[in-house]
C-alpha cells in the first residue's frame, strides 16, 4: 500500500491506462464484428446503468462477485492463491438451499441458520486444501483447482439425486420463505428494482466489506495476516503464530465465499438448479486482482465487473456479441496492469514512488 | 469358495485392468496428461512456476478444430494448434518475464481469459454454442506401424494410435536427452537449480526462461490437439478439464524427470480409463466417476507428499545411528 499521492496517483493512471487499453482491444473486436466500437459500448454502458432496471440488476449481478473478490482479496493477501472461491461458492449454496428447504423455524432463526450454513460448508471445503498445505506443503493452486471440479460433480450428483424436487427439473425444492432474503421488488411493491432480483443480500456483502476493512485497519489479526502474505520468514520471526494466521485467513476465506454462495440461493434463486452459476469464483478471482487486493479497491472491481456483466448480457440480447466479451476486457485489463515493466516511464515521472520488488518466477520465496 | 472368490477376482481383474482394449484407452488417455506434464517440466527445470496450462491446452485445442475446419486438412489443424502454443507461451513469458507481471496472477488471468475467449470464439466464429462437431473438421488418423502391428498383443497394444500419442512418447526421449545430453539442457538446469551461478558463468538466463516458457506453450498446445482432433474430433467448451492442473501434479510425482512424468500420467490414464469402464457398467452415478480424476490427485498427492517426508525422515535417522 503505497502511502504516498504520488504512489496513489500512479495507480489510477496504470489503471486507467489499463482500462483504456482494454477498451481499445474490445472496439478491435467489434470493428470485426462490423459494427461501430462507440454504439456498443454506449450499448454496454446503457444495460448496466442507463435505468433504474439496469442499476438494479447489475448490484444484483456484483452482490455475489463481492463475496467472492472479498474471499479471493482475503487469501491473496495472506500470501495464499486460493482459486478454488468457485467449489467454495457452490458448496455454501448448496448447503444454504438445503437449509432453507429442509429446516423449519422462524424466520428470525432460519435465516440466520441458512447462511452461518452457507459460510461453514465454505469454509470446511477450504479446509482441506488448507491443512494439505499447511501440513504437507503442497501447493495451494492445484489442490484448489481440484476441489472446485469435485465441488461442480458433488453439486450436481446432490441435485439430480438425493436432493432433487421432481424426476422432470434438475432442481432442489423451493427454499422456504423464512429463509429468503427480500428482493427490493417485494419491498417496494414494484415501485422499486422492477424487472431484476436484486435483493437486500447487497447490505450483508457491504457488511462483509466493512468488517474486513476494519480488521486490515485497526486490528492485530489484519496486521498478521498482511504480514504473513507479505514475508513468511519475517513474521514468523516478529512472533506471529504461522499456523493459526494462515489457516484463520484460509478458512474465513472459504467461509466467505461459501456466505456468498448462500446469500446468491437465497436471495436470487430460492431454490438451486444445477449449474445455475458457472465463474462467480473465477470472477472473483478477477476482481480482486483488479482491485490490488485492497479491500476498497476490491470492492469497486466487484460493483464494477457486475455492472459491466449486467451490460454485456443486455449487449448478447440485443446485439448478438456473446456476453464473454466482458470477461475478455477485463482479463486484459489485469494483464495491462500487472505489467509493471510496461509502466516504467510512469515512475520516471518524478513521484517518487517506491517501486515494491516483485517475484517474477514464484519461486522464489 | 476360496476358488469361487478368486475366479471372481480374476474376472473383474480381466474386465477392468487386464486386457488389451483397456492398456490402449489407458495409453490414449495418458497423452494429454504426459503432453501438460512436459509442460510443467520444462518451466519448473528453468526455475518458472507456470500455471498457465490449462488455458494454452484450452487455445490449443480451439485452434486445432478452427485450422482442421478452415483447410479440411488435419495437419493444418495441428499446425495450427501448436502456433497458438508459441503465441500464447510467447504472450506469457513477454508479460511475466519481460514486463515483470506477477507469474502467478498472470496464470490465473490467462486460465480465465482463455476460458472466455474460447466460448466468445466458438459463438462469434461457429456461430453455435457449447461445442463445434462439423463433418468438415477432419481429425487425425490412426497410424499403424508396418511390422510392428503383426506382433500379437504388443502390436494392438503400440501400434494403431493417433500422431500426438506417438508425439508425446517420442518427447519424453526428447526431453530426456535434451536435459542430460546437450549443453542448453544443462543450461536449463542451471537456470532452475541456481539463476544467480548460471548467470555469472555467462548464461543468458532469461532467455533460457522464455524458451522454457515457449516451449511449455507448444507442449501444452498438443495435449489440447490431442485432445481435439486426436482424440474425439470436435472441440467442447471447457474441454482441457483441469489436465493442466494435473500435469503440474503428475510433474510433482515424476520429480520432473520426463520419464517420471510418463509413469505417472499413465496412473492419470488408468483411472480415465477405469472411469469409462465404470460408467458402462452403471456402477456408479456418472458425477462421482467424472470426479475420479480431481479425487485421485489430491490422494497422490497427499500420498506421495507423505511417503516422501517418511523416506527423508528415515534417512536422517540413518545419518544418525551412522554417527553413533
Known sequence: ?365 | MDSNTSAQLLSILQRYVFNVANLQGMLRMATPVILAGLCALITSRAGILNIAGEGMILFGAWFAVAGSYLFRNAWLGLLAGILSGLLVGGLFALFSLKLRAHIIIMGIAINTFANAATIFMTRAVFKVAGNIADPRIVGLDPISIPILKDIPILGPLLSGYTFPVYLAWILIVVTTIFLYRTPWGLHLRAVGENPQAAETLGINVPRIRFAAVMASGVFASLAGVYLSLGHLKMYTDQMAAGRGFIGMAVNTFGAGEPIGVFLSSLLFGFVDMIGYRLQADRLLPPYFISMLPYVATLLALTVYTLRRRQAAKAALQAADTDKE
Open chain 1, 1 to 365: 500500500m503505497p502511502k504516498s499521492f504520488g504512489g496513489i496517483l500512479r495507480r489510477f493512471v496504470n489503471l486507467g491506462l489499463s482500462i483504456l487499453l482494454a477498451i481499445l482491444v474490445g472496439s478491435l473486436i467489434m470493428l470485426w464484428y462490423k459494427r461501430n466500437p462507440v454504439e456498443i459500448y454506449r450499448l454496454l454502458f446503457m444495460s448496466a446503468f442507463g435505468s433504474q432496471r439496469a442499476l438494479f440488476i447489475s448490484l444484483q449481478r456484483a452482490t455475489p462477485l463481492i463475496f467472492t473478490g472479498m474471499a479471493s482479496m482475503l487469501a491473496f493477501r495472506t500470501g495464499v492463491f486460493n482459486v478454488g472461491v468457485e467449489g467454495q461458492f457452490f458448496i455454501g449454496a448448496i448447503m444454504g438451499t438445503f437449509v432453507g428447504y429442509a429446516v423449519k423455524l422462524p424466520m428470525i432463526l432460519h435465516l440466520p441458520l441458512a447462511l452461518l450454513t452457507g459460510f461453514v460448508a465454505g469454509a470446511i471445503w477450504a479446509y482441506f486444501p488448507t491443512i494439505m498445505r499447511q501440513k504437507l506443503g503442497i501447493s495451494e493452486i492445484v489442490t484448489t483447482i481440484m476441489t472446485n471440479y469435485i465441488a461442480t460433480y458433488l453439486v450436481s450428483y446432490l441435485v439430480n439425486y438425493p436432493m432433487r424436487e421432481s424426476p422432470t427439473t434438475a432442481q432442489t425444492p423451493p427454499v422456504k420463505a423464512t429463509a429468503t432474503l427480500t428482493q427490493f421488488v417485494e419491498i417496494g411493491k414494484g415501485a422499486l428494482g422492477k424487472g431484476s432480483q436484486a435483493h437486500v443480500g447487497i447490505f450483508i456483502a457491504l457488511a462483509v466489506v466493512a468488517i474486513l476493512y476494519f480488521i486490515f485497519k485497526r486490528t492485530k489479526l489484519g496486521y498478521e495476516w498482511r504480514m504473513v502474505g507479505l514475508s513468511f520468514p519475517f513474521s514468523q520471526f516478529g512472533g506471529i503464530n504461522l499456523d493459526r494466521t494462515f489457516i484463520g485467513g484460509m478458512l474465513v476465506s472459504g467461509g466467505i465465499a461459501g456466505l456468498g454462495g448462500a446469500v446468491e440461493i437465497l436471495g436470487v434463486w430460492r431454490k438451486y438448479k444445477d449449474l445455475f452459476a458457472i465463474g462467480f469464483g473465477f470472477r472473483g478471482n478477477l476482481a480482486a486482482l483488479l482491485g490490488r487486493q485492497d479491500v476498497i479497491g476490491t470492492t469497486v472491481a466487484a460493483l464494477f465487473y457486475g455492472s459491466m456483466e449486467a451490460g454485456a448480457m443486455g449487449l448478447d440480447w440485443a446485439a448478438g456479441i456473446p456476453r464473454q466479451l466482458i470477461d475478455i476486457l477485463v482479463g486484459l485489463m489485469i494483464f495491462f496492469m500487472a505489467a509493471e515493466g510496461m509502466w516504467d516511464f510512469l515512475g520516471r515521472i518524478k513521484i517518487g514512488a517506491a517501486s515494491t520488488e516483485r517475484r517474477t518466477t514464484g519461486q522464489e520465496s
